[in-house]
């Protein structure tokens, strides 16, 4: 509508009817072509962009595009240009088939976004003399009695010619003839036919048979020709032709009549008698074979009844010419047309078709935004054609019809929210006014977008794992997950080691899969160099901007029994495991020969030494405690028993594939006064030696013996000591594995403490001076530190 059109219908000045026609007429305009058939693909019809007042540099960024409606696509758009062009040939005959009009068009919509605006545009496809007439027979035969009237018309077979106008069929020639010409009559559809006309009274006797030839010829430039053959028996005598009682007989039939119901039962008599009085009818040359396929007629009593379903939508109306023919000796004829207006039901249901649609769309769209573009249609008529659309009222979507009732728009009417719902499965319903109504669906699944506004989450907060010792370099070892309540990229999370948080040390020997999480170790550990640590990694989307959360990881070492045992006693100076001992002969049973000290740097029963007497001269002679390596004379020495004993012992851990190491410790037995210059000699020996032991060695004995005496020194006082300011209780016994711990509880002062060592035998008690340990307490998560066969217990039983 223009501006001034606009104002004056403000002004109240200009009939409103003229200011709705105005709105309605560009909303409607329609924009018409014309093209002959048959054109070269690719040929231009015309520039679109310029007839509709398009700039052509918008046509991409606007998705323009042509959609013909209810045919094939045999337009297209050439969005560089804007030019309407030939996508395939286009054949009038076959796209308009029907000769009812001489028009022929095709209907086509032309839709652009951004916003979007829909035009209506009729491209009519003109005729070309591109068909020759023909006949549906190309040979007639007519019997024709000696005894009719000159002047009395015969049907003949008429020619078709696919073409429409002028370029259909226009005359007929008949060759020469005495005794025929004939007549031309044009159809209601503008068809010409050629009547064989009795000019001159047959002889029999002169000339039975009359061959002719009948020549259709169209109008086109240049026109085309077809011909056919007529054969002419004259026959004798039968002078009465059947009548009807009627020349035209009009009757309505609903769609979807069931087959074999009755449509029309005619009637012809004829006044001869006997066999010439005797009528058969039937179809005449005329009636299409169409029409013969859908309705039967019976040839005895006239009735015609209906042969195959009827569609209106297929053909609205039939016609036919029934000649109803007498049995004579010459058999004469009369004829009748026959119309069948077919009378429409409500049989299609609406047709939804989607035009224009986007999606997936962020939750946060204005209202009012359109989604999609909804073209509806019913190939029935009047109120039966009509159709309306709805949707669910529950959807934060609605549907805005156009003004023809064609098309609806599909817009929001609420906000979106994609953390409620992440996609809407839209069913629009259209439903048309017929008395039975029919309804049909269309489901449009909406995605919405989401914004970024969700920061990925871990499973867990902090991650606690566990990794034995002496793992393989570069495997996965533990991984952690982080999920992200955003969809799409906005929910693809990244994992990255944070190396500049405390402990970035550590993380110069961890890699982790940016992936899926998992965490491998460059290198393998050692429990006995490292037993815990802790590092932070961070999740992060891939959003834009990227969001980002993180956790810390504890890590565990966990110990292995790779270290075996290490005799610190004895040791001599070649560095082999391996002792000279002498004792005097009148020792008693139970003198204690010496000890034999190890170490395992494990922990735990890893860490666990057992000692066992592998080999000795005399198994009467000594004993050797299993848990602390003394040996001991288990009788008296006589002056029978030989004066150098040889003891092998073996020293194994407990872990689950044992490991040990074996020392040697030669007995001597010497007089009681040699035995005392044997240890002068051997301690000046000693001294001379002791440039050859190691520093490392001597610290260790050291420290090794002043643990001991202090641990006897301890239990000692805590036994003995019945001092009322420091005194101590034993309180209980733990066994807690069942047969290789056990513990005591005493109190000092205000405070209670636990002692924690290896089960002895039955009635012994804890020794000091053993090796380190580890207890494992039963929710296998904390352990106390235990060193030298005791331990002070820390974290789960400090209460005690």
Same mark, same amino acid.
């Given at each position: 509508?223009?501006?001034?059109?606009?104002?004056?219908?403000?002004?109240?000045?200009?009939?409103?009817?003229?200011?709705?026609?105005?709105?309605? +007429?560009?909303?409607?305009?329609?924009?018409?072509?014309?093209?002959?058939?048959?054109?070269?693909?690719?040929?231009?019809?015309?520039?679109?962009?310029?007839?509709? %007042?398009?700039?052509?540099?918008?046509?991409? +960024?606007?998705?323009?595009?042509?959609?013909?409606?209810?045919?094939?696509?045999?337009?297209?758009?050439?969005?560089?240009?804007?030019?309407?062009?030939?996508?395939?040939?286009?054949?009038?005959?076959?796209?308009?088939?029907?000769?009812?009009?001489?028009?022929?068009?095709?209907?086509?919509?032309?839709?652009?976004?951004?916003?979007?605006?829909?035009?209506?545009?009729?491209?009519?496809?003109?005729?070309?003399?591109?068909?020759?007439?023909?006949?549906?027979?190309?040979?007639?035969?007519?019997?024709?009695?000696?005894?009719?009237?000159?002047?009395?018309?015969?049907?003949?077979?008429?020619?078709?010619?696919?073409? !429409?106008?002028?370029?259909?069929?226009?005359?007929?020639?008949?060759?020469?003839?005495?005794?025929?010409?004939?007549?031309?009559?044009?159809?209601?559809?503008?068809?010409?036919?050629?009547?064989?006309?009795?000019?001159?009274?047959?002889?029999?006797?002169?000339?039975?048979?009359?061959?002719?030839?009948?020549?259709?010829?169209? %109008?086109?430039?240049?026109?085309?020709?077809?011909?056919?053959?007529?054969?002419?028996?004259?026959?004798?005598?039968?002078?009465?032709?059947?009548?009807?009682?009627?020349?035209?007989?009009?009757?309505?039939?609903?769609?979807?009549?069931?087959?074999?119901? #009755?449509?029309?039962?005619?009637?012809?008599?004829? #006044?001869?008698?006997?066999?010439?009085?005797?009528?058969?009818?039937?179809? *005449?040359?005329?009636? +299409?074979?169409?029409?013969?396929?859908?309705?039967?007629?019976?040839?005895?009593?006239?009735?015609?009844? !209906?042969?195959?379903?009827?569609? @209106?939508?297929?053909?609205?109306? @039939?016609?036919?010419?029934?000649?109803?023919?007498?049995?004579?000796?010459?058999?004469?004829?009369?004829?009748?047309?026959?119309?069948?207006? !077919?009378?429409?039901?409500?049989?299609?249901?609406?047709?939804?078709?989607?035009?224009?649609?986007?999606?997936?769309?962020?939750?946060?769209?204005?209202?009012?935004?359109?989604?999609?573009?909804?073209?509806?249609?019913?190939?029935?008529?009047?109120?039966? %054609?009509?159709?309306?659309?709805?949707?669910?009222?529950?959807?934060?979507?609605?549907?805005?019809?156009?003004?023809?009732?064609?098309?609806?728009?599909?817009?929001?009417?609420?906000?979106?929210?994609?953390?409620? +719902?992440?996609?809407?499965?839209?069913?629009?319903?259209?439903?048309? #006014?017929?008395?039975?109504?029919?309804?049909?669906?269309?489901?449009?699944?909406?995605?919405?977008?989401?914004?970024?506004?969700?920061?990925?989450?871990?499973?867990?907060?902090?991650?606690?794992?566990?990794?034995?010792?002496?793992?393989?370099?570069?495997?996965?070892?533990?991984?952690?997950?982080?999920?992200?309540?955003?969809? %799409?990229?906005?929910?693809?999370?990244?994992?990255?080691?944070?190396?500049?948080?405390?402990?970035?040390?550590?993380?110069?020997?961890?890699?982790?899969?940016?992936?899926?999480?998992?965490?491998?170790?460059?290198? *393998?550990?050692?429990?006995?160099?490292?037993?815990?640590?802790?590092?932070?990694?961070?999740?992060?989307?891939?959003?834009?901007?990227?969001?980002?959360?993180?956790?810390?990881?504890?890590?565990?070492?966990?110990?292995?029994?790779?270290?075996?045992?290490?005799?610190?006693?004895?040791?001599?100076?070649?560095?082999?495991?391996?002792?000279v001992e002498e004792i005097p002969r009148n020792v008693n049973a139970g003198h204690l020969v010496t000890k034999v000290r190890a170490y395992d740097a494990d922990i735990g029963y890893n860490g666990w030494l057992l000692f066992s007497l592998q080999e000795v001269t005399d198994h009467s002679l000594f004993g050797l405690d299993r848990y602390t390596g003394q040996i001991r004379t288990l009788r008296s020495f006589t002056e029978t028993d030989e004066a150098e004993h040889k003891l092998v012992i073996l020293v194994k851990d407990n872990g689950n594939v044992s490991l040990s190491a074996t020392a040697t410790v030669i007995v001597k037995l010497v007089e009681p006064k040699e035995a005392f210059a044997a240890s002068d000699v051997k301690s000046a020996a000693n001294d001379d030696e002791g440039n050859d032991v190691t520093f490392y060695l001597m610290i260790t004995l050291g420290a090794v013996s002043v643990l001991f005496i202090i641990s006897i020194i301890v239990l000692i006082a805590m036994q003995c000591s019945k001092s009322t300011d420091y005194t101590s209780k034993y309180l209980q016994e733990t066994n807690y594995d069942g047969t290789l711990c056990h513990s005591i509880q005493y109190r000092s002062g205000d405070k209670r403490y636990m002692l924690v060592g290896p089960r002895m035998s039955i009635g012994s008690t804890i020794v000091p001076g053993s090796h380190a340990n580890t207890?494992?307490?039963?929710?296998?998560?904390?352990?106390?530190?235990?060193?030298?066969?005791?331990?002070?217990?820390?974290?789960?039983?400090?209460?005690?």
């Amino acid at each position: 509508m223009t501006e001034p059109v606009k104002r004056l219908c403000r002004t109240g000045y200009v009939f409103p009817f003229l200011c709705l026609f105005a709105t309605w +007429s560009v909303v409607l305009s329609v924009t018409h072509y014309s093209v002959p058939e048959e054109m070269e693909e690719g040929s231009v019809v015309a520039n679109l962009a310029a007839d509709l %007042g398009l700039e052509v540099k918008t046509l991409k +960024s606007r998705r323009m595009r042509v959609d013909v409606v209810a045919n094939k696509k045999y337009l297209g758009i050439n969005k560089d240009t804007g030019e309407l062009y030939i996508l395939e040939r286009v054949d009038r005959e076959f796209l308009c088939p029907s000769k009812t009009t001489s028009h022929c068009f095709l209907k086509l919509d032309a839709t652009i976004e951004n916003p979007i605006r829909m035009f209506n545009i009729e491209v009519e496809v003109t005729d070309i003399n591109d068909n020759a007439p023909h006949f549906r027979r190309g040979t007639m035969h007519l019997d024709i009695s000696e005894s009719s009237p000159v002047g009395e018309r015969f049907s003949l077979n008429n020619a078709a010619d696919p073409d !429409v106008g002028t370029n259909s069929v226009k005359n007929y020639h008949l060759s020469a003839s005495d005794n025929f010409a004939i007549e031309i009559q044009t159809g209601r559809d503008g068809t010409k036919f050629a009547d064989l006309v009795l000019k001159k009274a047959l002889d029999r006797e002169q000339q039975a048979v009359h061959n002719l030839i009948l020549t259709a010829v169209d %109008g086109g430039v240049p026109t085309r020709t077809g011909t056919a053959s007529i054969i002419v028996r004259v026959l004798d005598v039968n002078d009465n032709a059947p009548s009807f009682d009627k020349d035209q007989y009009v009757v309505d039939v609903m769609e979807n009549s069931p087959i074999g119901s #009755l449509v029309i039962k005619l009637n012809a008599t004829d #006044l001869d008698e006997g066999s010439n009085s005797d009528i058969s009818y039937s179809y *005449s040359l005329y009636t +299409s074979e169409r029409t013969q396929m859908m309705f039967n007629l019976n040839p005895e009593n006239g009735e015609i009844r !209906v042969k195959e379903m009827i569609n @209106y939508e297929d053909l609205k109306l @039939y016609e036919m010419e029934v000649i109803a023919s007498d049995k004579g000796p010459t058999s004469l004829s009369g004829q009748c047309r026959v119309t069948i207006q !077919v009378t429409d039901m409500n049989d299609n249901h609406p047709e939804i078709s989607i035009k224009s649609f986007q999606s997936p769309v962020k939750e946060n769209v204005a209202t009012d935004t359109v989604i999609a573009v909804v073209s509806v249609s019913d190939k029935d008529s009047g109120d039966n %054609g009509q159709v309306v659309c709805s949707l669910s009222d529950s959807l934060p979507f609605d549907l805005k019809p156009s003004p023809d009732g064609q098309s609806y728009s599909l817009i929001t009417k609420d906000y979106l929210d994609k953390e409620m +719902s992440h996609m809407y499965n839209i069913t629009i319903t259209a439903k048309d #006014l017929g008395s039975a109504s029919l309804s049909s669906t269309k489901l449009i699944q909406v995605d919405v977008l989401d914004v970024n506004d969700n920061s990925p989450l871990f499973t867990e907060s902090p991650y606690t794992f566990y990794v034995p010792e002496n793992n393989k370099a570069g495997l996965s070892i533990f991984s952690v997950t982080a999920t992200d309540a955003d969809g %799409g990229e906005n929910a693809v999370v990244s994992y990255f080691l944070n190396r500049k948080s405390t402990g970035s040390s550590v993380t110069s020997f961890l890699n982790i899969n940016e992936a899926n999480g998992e965490i491998s170790a460059l290198k *393998s550990f050692d429990f006995e160099t490292l037993k815990t640590f802790q590092f932070q990694v961070v999740a992060t989307d891939s959003g834009t901007p990227s969001l980002s959360s993180n956790v810390t990881v504890n890590v565990f070492i966990l110990d292995q029994n790779d270290n075996a045992p290490v005799i610190l006693y004895p040791l001599s100076s070649n560095g082999s495991a391996e002792g000279v001992e002498e004792i005097p002969r009148n020792v008693n049973a139970g003198h204690l020969v010496t000890k034999v000290r190890a170490y395992d740097a494990d922990i735990g029963y890893n860490g666990w030494l057992l000692f066992s007497l592998q080999e000795v001269t005399d198994h009467s002679l000594f004993g050797l405690d299993r848990y602390t390596g003394q040996i001991r004379t288990l009788r008296s020495f006589t002056e029978t028993d030989e004066a150098e004993h040889k003891l092998v012992i073996l020293v194994k851990d407990n872990g689950n594939v044992s490991l040990s190491a074996t020392a040697t410790v030669i007995v001597k037995l010497v007089e009681p006064k040699e035995a005392f210059a044997a240890s002068d000699v051997k301690s000046a020996a000693n001294d001379d030696e002791g440039n050859d032991v190691t520093f490392y060695l001597m610290i260790t004995l050291g420290a090794v013996s002043v643990l001991f005496i202090i641990s006897i020194i301890v239990l000692i006082a805590m036994q003995c000591s019945k001092s009322t300011d420091y005194t101590s209780k034993y309180l209980q016994e733990t066994n807690y594995d069942g047969t290789l711990c056990h513990s005591i509880q005493y109190r000092s002062g205000d405070k209670r403490y636990m002692l924690v060592g290896p089960r002895m035998s039955i009635g012994s008690t804890i020794v000091p001076g053993s090796h380190a340990n580890t207890l494992v307490l039963p929710d296998r998560r904390k352990a106390c530190e235990v060193r030298h066969d005791f331990c002070l217990c820390l974290s789960r039983y400090q209460s005690y």
